[in-house]
């Protein structure tokens, strides 16, 4: 007996240093495992960011301008009519040539009008509208340098990639070498990235447009599926009797929130654009697609917030003799409020980084003007980010980062929004 | 309680106050249509926004096919106003224009484009011939005794043993496209040609039934083919009908990949397999010609002035049209036609050449701005 | 209501208020929709019956286009010199009947809401029971709002039903569920010569599963070993940081994955294959399936994570006071107990991978290509219903109803999945409750 007793012993003796050798693998590949889920992340980020941040400065190239009544063919008096239909673009391309006065086959003239943006006649028209005075002077101009020529100045692409691998060609490096040493280029902030609508060309696209877009979205998301959420919960919640018609309810909504998000885009499609023949492609549609998407988010957290909500305050609204509904209106919403708060950010923000079913009802389109309503043909910031991301100029690829960047940026500013309004809720 | 009324009252005077969100006139221009003149037609777009005080046109990218239906399905505020095509309309199209009460219709040419068989700059460059083309892409080829068969080709090398070992994978647009539209009429119909029993087929006239007969019978086309011909027509075929059911059909079994009316894309996807081939504008290889390069045809290399000149053999030309019953109506039409058709855009030394449009003659841009200001009808 | 002082009151006063409140606000407020829907329709009658006759000659369409002018020029966005008199007088009639109507319903609604405030306040007595009238509309008004959640799903069911109706008179239900082929970009002309199209949705079903597969494959193991190393093994400290950081990968926008997984992943996969001497597509099901599973992670983790915590302590003190060791606890004792809700928690994360669209559309292929080789290109169901239906709006053919069909088998799925994996987590929950 005591010699099996023994045996027992040293047999576990044995068998534990397996035992815990396996305890320590197990152990290691959990550590494992989140630390995937951290490079994934870390890769993730960091690919985004190191693509996007260059797009957040921009490169300006100075020219000396003659802004000649001739050349532009108006009178030195010209109404400001006359001034906006001149052609300032012949005009930046005679001082081009004047600055390298060597350069004279048509294909090297052609490479040398590449050095200037397209904007940059708008802009200098904008500028002598702004100030006629100007005109019949020679001054040095500031220009928004083609995207081209600015991933050069960024020094995103150098001569050590052969010349018939990328589009800036040696001589344009040259001329951008001499203006730099002359003090002709300059780095600065990328307003225009702010401020402009979509735009063919890389260093004219803007993100203004589908912002706004985006807040008109959200704003008619947010009119329409806050109240109806939070009513919703509260119906569920406090009043529903439990009958058949309240169980059919309760499984609707734990279905669509699991319903694809593209389903949704297909029901915009057919209900509210073939059917009640809504505008296409306007924030309105869009609203109300999202609204009815995240309706069962916001409509689950807040059961939840109220349901969190201790009976107490409850029973004692109802023993002094309050209503059912002053019960709920007057103690249990204004408790339960962080809590709703926190699921109404939280569907927000998903309804922002949301585009499938926006594609669906024709928010994908070439839209250069900032919508000025809901019924405005208009994109959103997500779905600009998708069509960016299919442009084949390489300049597009940054700013599709940069946009994401943006787009992330309001995200985490939401969600630790929801993040701090929870922290208040558990401390009370 | 009075509190409570007034409050309510306010409410309700309030909404009612609000400003209507009634369907507004719409007031810029409406463009849908062809993904090759799509890069061409957002410059103009852009530029007419930024110069005029217009709003800039709203464009959507639905292929030249897809286009010209959106466009003859009527007139009125919710119908495109103009649509623009990477090929000439076609006579049924304009039927249905017609039928659905679209009769005035102004055709605008606005230059010439090459259709690229391009690789990734990664692998050599390839020449090959339309014959090539048509042997490696058609969906039935005539076989050693001259009987059509299913393509059984898979790798080039088994065409012509001086092309590369690699499987044949070509990426090119959907039927919406007028690129394969005109893909398919210039380069596999052009290469059919090259094979002497459907060419003689294809010179047979409707009244020659005996003759096509026979050639459909030594070439193993079934008889419904011709059957289903006259019910669907209501007339004999002509050989060069039956012809093109054979040469047009495109091969189904993976060889020819539908990538999309999205030409950047196939550009992307090329760029990441070496081996394949893309089929798209010449706008899109001068874009990126830092990524992929187009293939020698029949001896010649899609160049601006090989296309220019018409050596290329496969090249063709772009359009817009324009609803006349629209001009007038949507402010914008005529002035964003007249930006397009002019000298600063469409001449030798204009933006659009730049982006890749080979440029019209002298005269036929003059001829081209004449039509737009005149508004003039196109008869078929 | 003097004499008795308060206490003779049914109500408080305020409920009176809230009473009155309710019929003067919401008749009004319902006008007020009826008006905005109508208004529109009213005018543009109007105006066009005022019009010369030979314009009312043309046909609806132009006379819309004719309206469509001189009503942005009444808005100002139609230069003056486009117009012909008659239509400067029809826009100035506009301008005014638009003057007209807005005073109208100004005067409509507030008179509306006056005479319901009137009403109520007539009914108004101390035996008047304010309050349960007052909660009574507000139950309604509660209801009706979550029974809108009712009407989405019925609006999903039946517009795509319909829809799939149509497609389904063309193409047989059986040809479309079990064939093997797919292309669906038939010709668009009589005389054009296109694709055969044909609709078979077992490649798509495939390719779709194929990615899903891979992405569980992905998210499933680092999901669950997360799970249960923050949950049993972790401090404190350590899961407060690292869960929220994590689920950082949830909030990400789809679209940024898709951009991810087609600029980064994918040429990165396709370099690693060429390298190992292996062909790989461009927009192999492998970088999609991939990427979709890193957007999956923190789902199957969070999942996991209540399931495992919702096991009892006590099983987990009886099997440690035993003498085994966490590990043996974690796989002979808290795994059976959680595995009914893991399960339920992977199919759920399964209905969200069929479900997902962005990614796959910007990373996955566009040919059906009936094949399981995770290197290959692959198209999946939304991927199609995406190219179905992007620019063409046309309902007539069997290419964009394809896509309402295709929307049909999805919703279908994803609801039986969710269903399921429901059941199955609600059923486990019950043994411990």
Known sequence: MTKDRFKNTALIQASLKKRYARERRFQMYGKLAVLAG???????????????????????????????????????????????????????????????????????????????????????????????????????????????????????????????????????????????????????FNTTFFTYGDSREPELAGIRAALQGSLFTLMVTFALAFPIGVFAAVYLEEFAPRNRLTDLIEININNLAAVPSIVFGLLGLAVFINFFELPRSAPLVGGIVLSLMTLPTIIITSRAAIQAVSPSIREAALGVGASKLQTVFHHVLPVAMPGILTGSIIGMAQALGESAPLLMIGMVAFIMDVPGGVTDSSTVLPVQIYLWADSPERGFTEKTSAAIMVLMGFLILMNALAIILRKRFELK | MIKQLLGAMALAVGF??????????????????????????????????????????????????????????????????????????????????????VTDVIEVLIGYDGIAIANSRRAPQLAISLKDLYLALAKDIPDADGQLIPNPHQSWNDINPALPATKIEVMGPPPTSGTRDAFAELALGGGAKSIPALKTLSGFDSSQEQEIKSAMEQLGIPVSVYQAYVESKGKKPKGKDIFKTVAYSVREDGAYIEAGENDNL????????????????????DENGDKVQGSVIDGVEPSFDTIADGDYPVSRPLYFYIKSAHVGRIPGIQEYAMEFASAKAMSEDGYLPEKGLIPLSKEELAQVQADVKSLKRLEM | MAGGGLGSLNSLPKHYGYMAALWAGLPAFFLFLAWLALEGHYIQSMVVGSLPAEIQAMSDDEIGLYYNQLVGYAQGSVDRSML??????????????????????????????????????????????????????????????????????????????????????????????????????????????????????????????????????????????????????????????????????????????????????????????????????????????????????????????????????????????????????????????????????????????????????????????????????????????????????????????????????????????????????????????
Not at chain 1, 107 to 124: H, M, P
Not at chain 1, 127 to 146: E, F, N, S
Not at chain 3, 187 to 204: E, Y
Not at chain 3, 232 to 252: D, H, N
Request: net charge neutral; aromatic share 8%.
């Open chain 2, 16 to 101: 009612s106050g609000v400003a209507n969100v009634q369907a507004q006139g719409r007031d810029s221009v409406s463009i849908v249509g062809s993904s090759t003149v799509y890069p061409f037609a957002t410059v103009v777009a852009e530029r007419f926004g930024r110069s005029t005080s217009f709003k800039a046109p709203k464009i959507e990218s639905t292929g030249s096919g897809g286009g010209l239906k959106l466009f003859c399905k009527g007139v009125g505020a919710g119908t495109p106003d103009i649509t623009n095509s990477s090929r000439r309309i076609k006579k049924s199209e304009y039927d249905d224009c017609q039928s659905n009460g």
């Open chain 2, 266 to 285: 196939i550009v992307q996807k090329l760029e990441a397999n070496p081996n394949a081939l893309g089929i798209f504008g010449f706008s899109f290889l």
């Open chain 3, 84 to 433: 012909n008199e008659d239509q400067i007088a029809a826009a100035n009639n506009y301008q005014q009947l638009v003057a007209k109507g807005q005073a109208m319903k100004f005067l409509l609604v507030g008179s509306l809401a006056v005479l319901g405030g009137m009403l109520a306040t007539i009914r108004v007595s101390p035996e008047l029971r304010a309050r349960n009238h007052v909660e009574n509309i507000f139950k309604w008004i509660l209801f009706s709002c979550s029974f809108i959640a009712v009407l989405t799903t019925l609006g999903i069911v039946l517009s795509v039903l319909f829809e799939a109706i149509r497609f389904f008179q063309v193409i047989t239900i059986s040809d479309f569920l079990l064939g093997l082929q797919w292309s669906p970009q038939m010709a668009i002309r009589a005389d054009q010569v296109g694709a055969s199209g044909s609709f078979g949705f077992v490649p798509l079903l495939v390719g779709t599963l194929l990615i899903s597969f891979v992405a569980m494959f992905i998210a499933v193991p680092i999901g669950l070993m997360s799970a249960i190393y923050l949950s049993e093994y972790a401090s404190r400290r350590f899961r407060a940081i690292t869960k929220p950081v994590l689920e950082i990968l949830a909030g990400v926008p789809t679209v940024v994955y898709g951009f991810f997984a087609a600029l980064t992943v994918a040429p990165f996969i396709r370099d690693l294959g060429e390298s190992l001497g292996l062909t790989v597509a461009s927009e192999s099901a492998l970088a999609a399936g991939l990427v979709m599973g890193i957007m999956i992670i923190p789902f199957v983790m969070s999942l996991s994570d209540d399931i495992i915590s919702a096991v009892p302590d006590s099983m987990r003190e009886a099997s440690l006071g035993m003498g085994a060791t966490m590990n043996e606890t974690i796989r002979k004792v808290l795994m059976p107990a959680a595995l009914p809700g893991i399960v339920g928690g992977i199919l759920l994360a399964v209905s969200r991978a069929i479900g997902e669209t962005m990614i796959v559309v910007m990373a996955a292929g566009l040919s059906a290509k009936l094949t399981v080789n995770p290197l290959e290109a692959v198209t999946t169901i939304t991927v199609q219903i995406v190219t179905l239906l992007v620019g063409d709006q046309e309902f007539d053919s069997p290419k964009t109803l394809a896509a309402f069909a295709l929307g049909l088998v999805l919703f279908f799925v994803t609801l039986s999945l969710n269903v399921i994996a429901l059941y199955v987590v609600r059923k486990y929950r019950e043994q411990y409750d």
């Open chain 1, 38 to 188: 951290f490079v994934f992340l870390f890769v993730l980020l960091f690919d985004i960011v190191s693509k996007g941040t260059p797009a957040f400065t921009q490169q300006h190239i100075s020219i000396a301008v003659n802004i000649d009544v001739d050349a532009l063919g108006v009178s030195s008096t010209a109404s400001q009519d006359e001034i906006s239909k001149a052609d300032f673009s012949s005009l930046i391309k005679s001082s081009l040539r004047e600055m390298f006065p060597d350069v004279k086959s048509r294909g090297d003239k052609r490479q040398l009008y590449r050095l200037v943006s397209i904007g940059a006649e708008y802009d200098l028209r904008d500028k002598v509208l702004a100030d006629p005075t100007l005109l019949g002077k020679k001054q040095d101009i500031w220009m928004l340098a083609h995207s081209q020529a600015a991933s050069y100045l960024k020094g995103q692409i150098t001569r050590v990639i052969p010349e018939a691998e990328r589009k800036v060609k040696n001589q344009q490096m040259d001329w951008l070498d001499r203006l730099r040493e002359q003090g002709r280029t300059k780095s600065s």
